[in-house]
């Protein structure tokens, strides 16, 4: 008796309130799919199935609202991004998709607001209007302007939302141009929140079946020590490998569910060295068909340079125990690397030798093989003596 007296039974008090099953069950809708649901949506609820019917039916709606609302969140956020390193293009970027996907006119030099909060509220309503009828709608003139060319059509994509037809979609334009063109227009809708649901999927399935490899390798080792209790090992391994990979598979579900309905995916930034030109190409890429890089150099130099440190190191080596021949051609490779990268002038400046010297061919790397023996005498290959040093 003094033993139960004394148990502390505080733990328990929450338990005996008379909604803490409605309110748990909000809490953990809410934070499962965003919803918005209270413990009085739950307290006049006697069966299972009637709670289940009201969860689902929220979950729905708050499905509904990410496709629409996801899409615009990726816009402003990668735009916002875009706009640290080339702000015009990426206004113009963002115009582009707003015009593809909801028909607006928006000019990069006046937007409607420079707020990027009231530009997501703004394109939110705007993405509110995109139903079924507008789809349909839209799916009607494009098939207008097409007719009956499934290449019109892919045509009419391309030019007003950015996209092509694959295969599968011309094949369902042949049977029902109609329904084709809706479905094309609806994935469009929400591409964003599609390429966002398989990356997760693929990341989250391959973890999942990593682990669930390991642990099967880990019964697999353990479940013949059952025999000690007259089991058989191959039943039990079939029992337990059965529940595990359904275990698995109700954490995927778990977590697919919860990053799908709150997760978004992260733009990535450039450093600040590596921003974007206002000609599409990276600081320091030399744009195609230029002679000359960074600092006007030109491009037959840049390719002889790394190859003097190599040069002299071997010339270095081999001016004490190579033979006759490395060393003469190596001295010509010297000089003619030197003649290339420091003798150039005017177009008729240097004497007539001069001239004639730099129209020999130069040799680039020295004659002296990897698999040879190493001129500086010291028994070993020279791709692991002096070569390697070089």
Known sequence: EKRIDAADLDGLDKYLVDNYGSEELAKWANSRFDTEFKSEDFSEIEE?????????????????????????????????????????????????????????????????????????????EEAEKWDDARISERADRALAAA???????????????????????????????????????????????????????????????????????????????????????????KKESGRQFEEMLQRIRDRVTELVFKGRLSIPQQPAGQQQRPDGQQPGQPQPGADSGDGGQPAAARRTEPAQPAIAAAAAAASTSGTAAQQRDLEAAMHAGADDSGGSGSA??????????KQQPVRAAPTVGRNEPCPCGSGKKYKQCCGRKS
């Open 48 to 124: 299972p199935a009637q709670a289940i019917d009201i969860v689902v039916r929220g979950a729905r709606q708050a499905y509904e609202k990410r496709e629409r609302t996801y899409p615009v969140d990726y816009a402003i956020d990668m735009t916002s991004t875009l706009l640290r390193q080339n702000p015009q293009h990426a206004l113009q970027q963002f115009c582009a998709w707003v015009k593809a996907r909801y028909e607006l006119d928006w000019d990069w030099q006046n937007l409607p607001s420079t707020k990027p909060d009231e530009l997501r509220n703004r394109l939110y």
């Open 147 to 237: 007719g009956d060319d499934v290449e019109a059509l892919d045509q009419w994509f391309r030019e007003n939302m950015n996209s092509r037809l694959n295969e599968d979609e011309r094949e369902q334009f042949k049977t029902d141009p109609k329904q084709a063109a809706k479905d094309k227009i609806a994935g469009l809708m929400r591409i964003e929140l599609t390429m966002f649901e398989r990356q997760v999927l693929l990341q989250i399935f391959d973890v999942a079946w990593k682990d669930h490899l390991y642990t099967m390798d880990q019964l697999r080792e353990s479940v013949s020590l059952r025999a000690v209790g007259q089991r058989d090992p191959r039943i039990e391994f």
């Open 348 to 357: 008729g400046g240097g004497s007539a030798p001069a001239r004639k010297k």
